[in-house]
């Protein structure tokens, strides 16, 4: 038998040492089981899947990027030298990695481009011309599912909305996202990640109370945008599972805003039983306490010269919310008081008591540095972590023996650091291939080598400026 | 003012109680599809109203009613207390049709205790017995069943095995190795069931330097722990120069478990992904592992990637976004506006709408040579500039106004919407973004309806909320382990389980 590094379940030895893995300790289990160097032994889940994506910006083109990261064959369509506005987008118009392509040969394609197309292939395709819509058919034919975000009716009008394509692939699985849906009196509204944050409700609940001088802050991420594109995936693999069954596709209208929603938790029972209307409340917790962020005094390396790391670098997560953990945490700054006042699990989460808790912490905070607090925290065997930054992920060991972070070796533009492998499975683990393609690079290998298009053919129509 | 049952109800406001006086929803009827059905045919976009008419046909949330469920048959057990995750991975399976039973010890899982700043009158109360529940827990529970089994006896981890033998899916979030020292970890469970899906949440991980643990009390470790490790606090928030540090210039938390709400999601696509490999490829089940921090991490855009790329560590930026130009929320008359459009077409529309208001403005930047281009626009000089113009604008308009304005201009703009506010709109109500659930046990429940909820097919809904603690004792022992209630009685007697209405 071929040994393999796939641990099913009825080999319980360890293929190279013969090691029996029911005796081992169950970390060393894990990290066997879960060992990111294996991943590329093991084989990927959605082989053989073939996913379009008809996409931009972010929420759509995630949908493709994360069954492209479970092995499936992702194409993304762009209009030809335009490409995906998100080329275009860079954090303060700096970070760009520098591609061989004739588009916008001075600046390259921007960091925001990253990590919504890995694993992807890249093809031109303008929906407006004639020999659009029959090459379309022709790639919907032999594809599992499709992802778009134009205005509701847009694809319909160009010939290739849902109802015209369940015609020509009734297995099709389509997901329309987006921020309002394709009906409702506002369907026609364009939408971002941060309009779902302001209008969805998170940023309602999100950031400093008026009361303490603040505002709703912005999630620093597209939280909505990749949290509802993964989202739409579930839909996705859900109705593979239904089709499975039936042979039918579907149709998924994903509003973005609706996940948003969906994030608040107990925020509208609340609403609508008690008429009480969720505010923010800042770092600290609403069901918990404590359970929150504070400041310490100092950071650990002031001298650094960064600020971010120099001045900002100084807050730690404390969380010590059932009663021992409380006493001890009391105990430890110097507050038995706060014990005596605040014994039960109930009075502490009150504001005022949150309040007084977290004030009497900062002041004792006020003369430590933040691994100083982590400590002393952890030492007395209470939990406390350091609020992190990319530097502290970069450095810490427990990310890369991980495998979370990792430097991908890109075949176009070498060495990029890259979060990777989020979600661990121990058979078919998710990877990170490359990072992305310049627009329209993979023209012949989808639509000569895969589609069988003739060359002469391709030629014609990339004279036309269809691809 | 508002209706129900037909008749129009009035709600005087005299002082600050009777503001927190539930309303009836929607106070404000939103239009019919009748009453918008004209709209769609004359609609230049969809001008025989073909399209229009075909989602409202198949797509609408009045539509979802009967249709079949895409998970139906799949056997899902629920083992997951505390942390939010795991039951938001259950609560999705579950709104796509699976049979999730959620197991929780004797005295319930601890979240159905953890009110809003502790206050017990929020509570929904069992109609029948007058047990109290927390809102956060009915909310996130949805479609479960509940029972209860005691694993740390020997007589409960028997019971759990015969019931994961039969199941497809296992979802647990103790701390790390608990189960596995009870026996009934993946390594075990396998064994017996070697189809079974076993997925473990966490906030940092089973195994690494870094790994999940509790406290010398016992103390779990609970979201925000993870989006603290992931970067994602450090960069939210105001920075200090806009905001002092006491008063929201920090590095901000959401407010929200979101950390858990990503892994759970997360967690549910390895689940499907793996629940595809076996029903196509292996046969067998997997074990997987989503932690907050990593999940959160991989959505956290490019910024551990530009730490690579040349050191930079992203600073927190407030309501803008350090990337886009425009894309921000930013004060106006009443609250705040949320303007969007980068790409030269939309971010001149933006420009045409304020300059009828204030020519001279939008003119200092519409021809300003350094914003152009639309790249480079998002430096941080280019940022302040035009949002310091967009927010003197915004200072002269209500949300209502500059949306308005806004959105007749096809600009993307929305107001940043408080809870209420949000179960008012129009635009929600008519899509059922948030709904009124009939609980047989809780009543009428005002409940955030699933993201999932328009499909052609398979829909997701909400069927019931959270259940009472082991309400499903009798039907779920007897269906699956074959025990009646005789038996029951006998294993509630040795603690292994705990009637509902004991």
Same mark, same amino acid.
């Given at each position: ?190 939408? =971002?990640?941060? /309009?779902?944050?302001?209008? *969805?409700? &998170? @940023? $309602? ?8 001088? !603040? ?11 990749? =949290?509802?594109? /993964?989202?739409?995936?579930? *839909?996705? &693999? @859900? $109705? ?8 039918? !596709? ?218 | ?502």
């Amino acid at each position: 038998m071929v040994e393999s590094w796939s641990f099913n379940p009825p080999f319980d030895r360890n293929p190279e040492t013969g090691e029996d893995l029911d005796k081992i300790p169950f970390e060393e289990y894990c990290r066997k089981v879960f060992d990111p160097s294996k991943t590329f032994e093991k084989p990927e889940a959605l082989k053989g899947w073939r996913h379009v994506s008809s996409t931009m910006y972010i929420l759509s083109p995630h949908v493709g990027a994360t069954l492209a990261e479970y092995g499936a064959e992702v194409i993304k369509v762009e209009m030809p030298r335009l490409g995906d506005p998100m080329r275009h987008t860079s954090p303060f118009n700096e970070a760009y990695l520098w591609p061989e392509t004739d588009h916008r040969p001075l600046t390259g394609t921007g960091f925001g481009f990253l990590h919504a197309n890995v694993n992807k292939y890249f093809v031109t395709l303008d929906y407006h011309a004639d020999e659009a819509k029959e090459l379309y058919y022709d790639l919907i034919r032999i594809s599992d599912s499709m992802a778009e975000c134009y205005r509701p009716g847009t694809f319909f009008r160009w010939g290739i909305g849902y109802p015209q394509l369940k015609e020509v692939n009734p297995r099709l699985i389509y997901i329309w996202l987006g921020g309002f849906g394709n009906y409702g009196p506002r369907r026609y509204g364009g939408s =971002y990640d941060i /309009l779902g944050q302001a209008c *969805g409700g &998170l @940023a $309602a609940i999100t950031g400093w109370h008026e009361d303490f001088g !603040g505002h709703p802050a912005k999630h620093t991420n597209w939280i909505i945008d990749w =949290y509802a594109g /993964l989202t739409g995936l579930i *839909g996705i &693999l @859900a $109705a593979a599972h239904y089709r499975k069954k039936t042979g039918e !596709g579907t149709f998924i209208d994903l509003s973005q805003i609706s996940c948003s929603t969906r994030a608040t938790g107990y925020s509208f029972p609340l609403y609508g039983r008690f008429g009480v209307v969720r505010q923010r409340w800042g770092n600290w917790d609403t069901l918990l306490s404590v359970h929150g962020i504070i400041m310490a005094g100092k950071t650990d390396d002031p001298e650094h010269p960064n600020p971010q790391i120099s001045v900002e670098s100084r807050y730690v997560m404390v969380s010590a919310f059932q009663d021992e953990d409380f006493k001890e945490l009391c105990y430890l700054i110097g507050r038995p008081d706060l014990w005596e006042k605040y014994s039960s699990f109930k009075e502490r989460v009150k504001p005022e008591a949150q309040i007084e808790i977290y004030r009497a912490l900062e002041e004792w905070a006020s003369d430590k540095s933040r691994s100083e607090v982590v400590e002393a925290i952890n030492n007395a065997g209470l939990i406390a972590v350091p609020v992190m930054s990319a530097k502290d992920i970069y450095d810490a060991e427990h990310f890369w023996e991980r495998g979370t972070i990792r430097w991908v070796d890109d075949p176009l533009f070498g060495e990029v650091l890259t979060q990777n492998w989020h979600v661990k499975l121990s058979e078919t683990p998710p990877r990170t291939k490359w990072v992305w393609r310049p627009i329209g690079s993979d023209n012949i290998r989808i639509y000569h080598e895969l589609m069988g298009y003739s060359m002469s053919k391709l030629k014609e129509l990339w004279e036309k400026g269809v691809i | 003012m508002g209706e129900e049952n037909g008749k129009t109800i009035e709600i005087d406001i005299d002082d600050v109680s009777d503001t927190l006086l539930p309303r009836p929803w929607p106070v404000s009827k939103p239009r019919t599809r009748e009453e918008l059905y004209s709209p769609w045919v004359k609609d230049p976009r969809d001008p025989e109203g073909k399209y229009g008419e075909f989602i409202e046909e198949n797509i609408s949330w009045e539509k979802a009613e009967g249709k079949p469920w895409a998970l139906d048959g799949l056997l899902v057990l629920d083992c997951t207390i505390w942390g939010m995750a795991g039951a938001f991975a259950g609560s999705y399976l579950a709104e796509l049709g699976a049979t999730v039973i959620k197991i929780e010890p004797l005295d319930g899982d601890p979240q159905r205790h953890l009110y809003p700043f502790g206050r017990e009158e929020y509570a929904f109360e069992d109609i029948y017995t007058g047990e109290k529940v927390s809102p956060t827990f009915i909310h996130e529970q949805r479609n479960k069943y509940s029972i209860t089994l005691n694993l740390e006896t020997e007589e409960g981890r028997e019971l759990f095995k015969k019931l994961a033998a039969q199941a497809d899916i296992v979802l647990e979030n103790y701390p790390p190795g608990t189960f596995d020292e009870w026996g009934i970890g993946y390594r075990q469970l396998s064994k017996i069931n070697p189809r079974l899906i076993y997925a473990w949440f966490g906030q940092l991980g089973q195994w690494g330097s870094m790994k999940d643990r509790t406290s010398k009390y016992g103390q779990w470790m609970l979201d925000p722990v993870g989006i603290c490790c992931s970067e994602f606090v450090h960069s939210t928030g105001f920075p200090a120069d806009l905001l002092p540090r006491e008063q929201g210039g920090n590095p901000t938390r959401s407010g929200e478990w979101v950390g858990d709400v990503v892994a759970g999601v997360h967690g549910t696509i390895a689940i499907l992904a793996a629940l595809y490999y076996r029903e196509n490829v292996s046969n067998r089940g997997q074990f997987i592992e989503a932690t907050a921090s990593e999940c959160y991490m991989d959505i956290c855009d490019f910024n551990v990637a530009w730490y690579g790329f040349d050191g930079s560590i992203k600073a927190r930026t407030g309501g803008w976004d350090p990337n886009l130009n425009q894309y921000a929320w930013n004060p106006c008359k009443d609250g705040y506006l949320m303007i969007g459009g980068q790409t030269d077409r939309l971010w001149y529309r933006i420009l045409q709408v304020i300059a009828q208001e204030d020519p001279e403005g939008a003119r200092l930047i519409a021809e300003d040579p350094f914003l152009k281009e639309m790249a480079a626009r998002n430096a941080l000089e280019g940022l302040i500039k035009t949002y310091t113009i967009t927010a003197q604008w915004l200072a002269h308009n209500t949300r209502a106004e500059g949306e308005r304005k806004m959105v007749s201009r096809e600009v993307a703009a929305a107001p940043v919407l408080f809870i209420d506010e949000i179960a008012e709109y129009e635009h929600f109500v008519y899509r059922r973004h948030v709904t009124e659930v009939y609980d047989e046990h809780y009543g009428k429940v005002f409940a955030s309806n699933s993201p999932l909820a328009h499909q052609h097919r398979t829909p997701a809904r909400i069927k019931w909320l959270g259940r009472p603690l082991g309400l499903d004792n009798g039907e779920i022992f007897a269906r699956y382990l074959g025990i009646g209630p005789m038996e029951l009685k006998k294993l509630a007697l040795e603690g292994v389980v705990k009637w509902y209405r004991e």
